[in-house]
């Protein structure tokens, strides 16, 4: 289970930040996880920009390879790849 909470909403400026309260290290080995995602036109299309920051699983030394920093980088690097590729699937009505 990921429990999340919106931080800011900028209609204008086109920006939703979000932060997560609550995860199972299971789910997504994360601590302290932050984002935005933005929408900026360019060249007559949108391009959509998701950054994050966050600290890996377990925040001690010598951390278990299921908690690791590769872990924490892989995990979120998989949410963004099929979050992004879900948005422009459901936007270009494929």
């Known amino acids: 289970?990921?429990?999340e909470s919106l931080t800011k909403y900028d209609e204008a400026a086109k920006t939703i930040s979000y932060k997560i309260d609550n995860v199972d290290p299971k789910i997504l080995p994360v601590n302290n996880y932050a984002a935005t995602?933005?929408?900026?036109?360019?060249?007559?299309k949108s391009i959509v920009e998701w950054k994050g920051?966050?600290?890996?699983?377990?925040m001690n030394n010598d951390p278990?390879?299921?908690?690791?920093?590769?872990?924490a980088i892989k995990a979120v690097t998989d949410i963004?790849?099929?979050?992004?590729?879900a948005l422009k699937t459901?936007?270009?009505g494929k």
């Open 37 to 44: 995602i933005s929408i900026k036109e360019e060249g007559g």
């Open 90 to 92: 459901k936007v270009e």
């Open 1 to 3: 289970m990921i429990e």
């Open 80 to 85: 963004y790849k099929s979050g992004l590729a």
């Open 53 to 58: 920051a966050f600290y890996r699983g377990f």
């Open 64 to 71: 278990p390879p299921e908690l690791s920093d590769e872990a």
